[in-house]
């Protein structure tokens, strides 16, 4: 079956950096489109920022353009979540999500399989 595991997560200091990894496993991952995903205390789930099955699209919610690069690398099956510039407000569990139909999408409901998360938490 699909395995989406989420690691890299941790404390830090506002301005400070963290690089996420989502290892997937029980698909041809080369062929899915991936996000990332991220849900704050008391809040919703939100988008984060998608890419393509290729890795030539990709797309960021405004609170993180500029900030926040997402990648992957096919041949390691593995997809990366490079946060630049923290701020408190970041501080959430970051979800790792794929989606079995063509072309990244920005919505929780286009995404078929999930990883369980992992927490990064940004201190003020």
């Known amino acids: 079956q699909v395995q989406l595991v989420e690691s890299g997560g941790g404390l830090v200091q506002a301005g400070d950096s963290l690089r996420l990894s989502c290892a997937a496993s029980?698909?041809?991952?080369?062929?899915?489109?991936m996000g990332w995903f991220r849900q704050a205390p008391g809040k919703e789930r939100e988008f984060v920022a998608a890419?393509?099955?290729?890795?030539?699209?990709?797309y960021y919610a405004d609170s993180v353009k500029g900030r926040f690069t997402i990648s992957r690398d096919n041949a390691k099956n593995t997809m990366y979540l490079q946060m630049n510039s923290l701020k408190p407000e970041d501080t959430a569990v970051y979800y790792c999500?794929?989606?079995?139909?063509?072309?990244?999408?920005?919505?929780?409901?286009?995404?078929?399989?999930w990883g369980k998360g992992t927490l990064v938490t940004v201190s003020s």
């Open positions: 029980g698909l041809t991952f080369s062929n899915y489109p």
């Open positions: 890419i393509s099955n290729s890795g030539v699209t990709t």
């Open positions: 999500a794929s989606r079995r139909g063509p072309g990244a999408r920005t919505t929780i409901r286009e995404m078929d399989y």
